[in-house]
């Protein structure tokens, strides 16, 4: 049992949602809450929720028939990212299966500065060559970390454009702040998504700052003489400003 489960996104939060407002629930009622007609069968995909859940550490079981809260804070996209980088960040263990699955977008994509990729079932297996990861559970991946707002899923790869609304989500729970891009990117950024290694920026990230910028939502400026990269296509940029 691992993070790499046969899910699709929006139900990962519904669900959870379901469990912090009824601790205790069963599998059973998730099944009968979820399925809203006779046609199909949603137990597999409950089952595949309640299992990433579990492996995120964000729910737990003492049967495997009642389920109770561990994350009490209100749910939104944010914090399954925290959490993933949590487990990138503590990982002990190159090879764990949840390890993996968090490490991906990092490893694939920012590591090597690629905004997109086509076929990630084949860099993902080359990548890690110690776990066969299936076709299945590759599309599975670019589903949930498409509606975590990570990037999009085109032309049948992925598109590691974060979305931004979940940088503007960010933003408003950073507040105030002002100072330079870099150390934006590297404190406040990094710490929930993936985008800075070796203090080289993730050109996604940039791209969805500058859009922000251009949409007056932050105020991006150059400052004389500061010690710390500038950004855009002409480096015109290196201090932002958001909020007051």
Not at 124 to 133: D, G
Request: hydrophobic share 40%; glycine share 6%; with cysteine.
């Amino acid at each position: 049992m691992s993070l790499f489960q046969i899910c699709y996104g929006p139900e990962i939060t519904s669900i959870m949602k379901t469990i912090q407002k009824h601790p205790g629930i069963s599998k059973a009622d998730l099944i009968q809450k979820f399925q809203y007609d006779n046609q199909g069968d949603i137990s597999s995909l409950v089952e595949a929720t309640l299992n990433f859940l579990l492996n995120l550490n964000f729910i737990k079981t003492s049967n495997k028939k009642e389920f109770v809260p561990i994350f009490n804070e209100e749910i939104k996209e944010i914090s399954f990212l925290k959490r993933l980088k949590e487990i990138t960040d503590k990982a002990d263990d190159a090879d764990d299966p949840n390890v993996i699955f968090s490490t991906l977008y990092l490893k694939l994509f920012i590591i090597s500065n690629e905004l997109y990729l086509k076929d990630l079932y084949y860099e993902a297996n080359l990548l890690f060559e110690k776990m066969a990861i299936s076709q299945e559970k590759i599309n599975a991946w670019k589903r949930i970390m498409e509606y975590f707002g990570l990037g999009y899923r085109v032309y049948g790869g992925f598109y590691a454009l974060p979305k931004l609304k979940i940088i503007e989500d960010i933003i408003e729970e950073i507040g105030e702040w002002e100072g330079p891009l870099q150390v934006f990117f590297e404190e406040k950024i990094n710490p929930i998504i993936p985008c800075v290694y070796n203090r080289n920026v993730f050109k996604g990230m940039i791209y969805v700052f500058l859009n922000l910028h251009e949409q007056e939502i932050i105020k991006l400026s150059k400052m004389q003489d500061l010690p710390h990269t500038s950004f855009g296509e002409k480096n015109e940029w290196n201090w932002v400003k958001i909020g007051g």
